[in-house]
């Protein structure tokens, strides 16, 4: 990109410039400036070949340069424009590396009276401890964020030169207005630098020093790692910013004082919200931020079985609900075999949020103080609730019932899902729930305690998730509320709402609810989830020598359609050791290897294994003819469109897929290789892995983090069993 790139401040953010540029074949040669007190670091710079050549002399070394980049600590950068003037040129491009925008801005402005067009504010999020160039790192902004604050007047074609030079350090751009950077970092970065400072300092002058640092633990070291950063630097940096950092450090003395308080007052249930509101806000932040970068490769070698026994993870349409009436009921609900999965923790920490006392899950235990139907309260902020489409659509019909407003958001797929499914049968009950113009998330449901009317609701399209939120909306509402199905759907909603003792009738595909009467907490025992359970039932089937029992399967007979259509198909599946359990029928599955025939899927039971019919679909790839699949259509508005996405992985992997509007025609044949893309849609990506049984080459999936939200562990498990998977980040 440049011929010459000066760097002012050849320290840790510097020198990695420098030697992330080079290694990146983004300029010919580098030069440095640094004053004659820095000559032994500059000396190391030209040593270790991060720059060409140094000079005491600022307008020589930025002779000739394309490039300008000041890296040195935002208390010197007013003097070093100054001394930049006689030397500036219109044609060149300047960016600083500071961690503070505004003393920046204002600087230059004053300076040349008004902001050059050819300056880009810019500060890499990236650092450590050390300082120097011995410290400099050549992929030291390799998946780091750079935030540029552009002014009004900042060129777009410097813009765009900054934006290419810093994605090819490795970084990713980010755009934000200088006033909201300089807030944001006094408190994701100077506070806790503060703080740590604050904290050495206090325990460092202690009589019993000595021992407080011979036994301090990781979580001390943790924390306190950042106190070995350069004082000068930081000094600069407060100073410059402690307009913003005051009021945070009086906010945060305020939050001290109210803990001192609680310890003081013996108010063990008031510090253990704040901890667990403070843990569960850390965790949102995860969840929103990191997954939005991570990504997971599953890579999976052709062949193998799977023979053994083994219990996969609790059902999670169970788990969902045990939280919500839980947390509704009046007692205390203790809850076994919870799934520990994101979508169903994005539920749990949601009633956290409202207030509710969640304990665990520890081995899948959770323990749920139930706070009454009237006992949630507001929410300090948005609730996060990832990628599930569960919780968002249940908690539309329990929150438009409520006294306060609440906001839901999701990730990027379930902020794509159709939501208005709920919202308009709610809004005919009364609910005022705002969406956006596609009726998508994020949804802000408006509290109306007592206002919402009981109807009767004919469902255009089956679906548990739709009937479910009405039946929840229907415990706030007047009078009944009934809902008519067109076609049998999972009934965990009816079923655990008669386990908490709350009046529920039902008539043909006619169910009905009111308000009369509470929930009373009850133990809850959650089974082993069919939906996970239906990989390896299509996998034993498959592979080749394969003899698998799955245990304490919960076998709920609105959920059973993917055994039903594998018996069809041929598969060789006894249910054993059959019992109910909590009002769940449950069973061992025994599944042996078969030759699958291809069928046309009855519609009937469409309904019953609408999420299983990706790893179906693979099954009818391995199948001898056709299979055909009509009257699926909700499957185009799951995670993904799960037809047109397992269409496409399938015709890469050689099958001939035909999808159609509301299914798939498939002619059963042999299963090659490739890379396939889930769409960050878990099944997808299990079920491409169980297609790898029957493929005669790798099958490579992308884009599989979410397998997490309804399968912990699943690529350790599925090892352990036979396939032949490995994963990694991408």
């Known amino acids: 990109m440049f011929n010459k790139l000066c760097i002012i401040g050849v320290g840790l953010i510097g020198g990695s410039v420098a030697r992330a540029a080079r290694e990146n074949n983004l300029c010919t ?70 961690s ?35 410290a400099s790192l050549v992929d030291l902004f390799e998946g780091k964020r750079v935030i540029f604050t552009p002014c009004v007047q900042t060129g777009d074609n410097f813009i765009q030169q900054a934006t290419r030079f810093w994605q090819g350090l490795g970084s990713t751009v980010s755009y934000m207005q200088i006033e909201q950077h300089d807030a944001v970092l006094a408190a994701t970065s100077h506070l ?73 007052g013996s108010q063990a249930q008031a510090l253990h ?45 169970i788990s969902h ?43 899948g235990k959770v323990t749920i103080h139930g706070v009454g139907l009237d006992g949630l309260q507001a929410p300090k902020e948005p609730i996060y609730l990832g990628n599930s489409g569960t919780s968002m659509r249940l908690l539309c019909g329990l929150l438009a019932g409520q006294k306060f407003d609440a906001v839901l958001t999701g990730d990027k797929s379930l902020s794509g899902r159709p939501m208005r499914r709920v919202i308009d049968p709610l809004s005919k009950m009364g609910a005022i729930i705002e969406s956006t113009e596609n009726g998508t998330a994020p949804l802000t449901i408006r509290g109306q305690s007592g206002a919402l009317q009981g109807i009767h609701y004919d469902m255009p399209i089956a679906s548990a998730q739709v009937k479910s939120c009405l039946l929840l909306a229907g415990l706030y509402a007047q009078g009944e509320t009934s809902v008519t199905e067109p076609a049998p759907t999972r009934d965990h909603t009816e079923r655990m709402l008669s386990g908490f003792a709350h009046p529920v009738k039902q008539k043909g595909n006619q169910v009905t609810i009111s308000r009369l009467g509470p929930l009373k907490a009850t133990d809850i025992e959650v089974p082993s989830d069919i939906s996970s359970a239906a990989f390896f039932l299509v996998g034993a089937s498959i592979a080749a020598n394969s003899d698998l029992t799955l245990k304490h399967v919960g076998i709920n007979p609105t959920r059973t359609g993917v055994i039903n259509i594998l018996q069809l198909m041929g598969a060789n599946i006894e249910l054993l050791n059959q019992c109910t359990v909590g009002g769940e029928p449950v069973a061992d599955i025994r599944v042996r290897s078969a030759t699958l025939k291809g069928i046309v899927i ?26 055909i699949l009509t009257g699926a259509k909700e499957l185009r508005v799951k995670e993904s469109d799960r ?12 099958v001939d897929a035909q999808p159609t509007e509301d299914g798939m025609v498939i002619q059963g044949g042999k299963i090659g290789g490739g890379t396939v893309v889930s769409h960050g849609d878990h099944r997808i990506a299990m079920s491409f892995a169980m297609a790898a049984l029957r493929a005669s080459e790798t099958i490579i999936i992308d884009d599989c983090a979410n397998v997490n939200t309804s399968f912990p562990g699943f690529v350790t498990l599925t090892a352990q069993l036979g396939l032949n998977i490995g994963s990694k980040e991408a």
């Not at 202690?206 to 930081?234: L, V």
């Not at 945070?248 to 803990?259: A, G, K, P, T």
């Not at 009855?602 to 056709?626: M, S």
């Open 192 to 264: 806790p630098h503060i703080m740590a400072f604050a904290l050495v300092d206090l325990l460092g002058r202690k009589d019993e020093q000595g021992d407080i640092f011979k036994y301090a633990a990781g979580g001390f070291k943790d924390f306190t790692r950042i106190a070995s950063s350069d004082p000068t630097m930081w000094v600069d940096i407060c100073m410059a910013n402690k307009q913003h950092i005051i009021p945070l450090i009086e906010q945060f003395c305020s939050e001290l004082d109210d803990v001192k308080q609680m310890l003081q």
């Open 29 to 98: 040669t580098i030069s440095a400036y640094g004053r004659e007190q820095e000559l032994d670091n500059l000396q190391q710079a030209l040593a270790l070949k991060v720059v060409d050549s140094y000079s005491l002399d600022l307008g020589e070394a930025v002779a000739d340069a394309d490039c300008v980049i000041i890296a040195t600590p935002v208390g010197a950068m007013p003097d070093i424009f100054k001394q930049l003037e006689p030397y500036w040129s219109d044609n060149v491009l300047y960016m600083d590396a500071g």
């Open 100 to 134: 503070t925008k505004g003393s920046v801005v204002t600087a230059l402005s004053e300076l040349f009276s008004g902001m050059p067009a050819n300056f880009v504010p810019a500060h890499p999020i990236a650092g450590a401890e050390k300082s120097g160039v011995d």
């Open 643 to 654: 037809i047109q996405v397992m269409a496409d992985g399938l015709q890469i992997l050689g």
């Open 602 to 627: 009855p519609e009937e039971f469409v309904a019953l294994a609408i999420d299983e019919f990706p790893v179906l679909f693979v099954a009818a790839a391995c199948a001898e003819g056709t299979t």
């Open 273 to 317: 919200n704040t901890f667990t509101y403070a843990r569960n806000a850390r965790q949102r932040f995860l969840d929103q931020h990191n997954n939005m970068t991570q990504s997971i490769i599953f890579t999976v070698q052709p062949g193998g079985h799977l023979q053994g026994e083994v219990r996969v993870p609790g059902d999670k349409s």
């Open 321 to 363: 609900r045990s939280i919500m009436l839980g947390s509704l009921a009046e007692g205390v609900t203790h809850v076994t075999g919870f799934l520990e999965g994101d979508d169903a923790l994005a539920t749990l920490r949601a009633f956290q949020a409202m207030g509710v006392q969640i304990e665990g899950p520890v081995d």
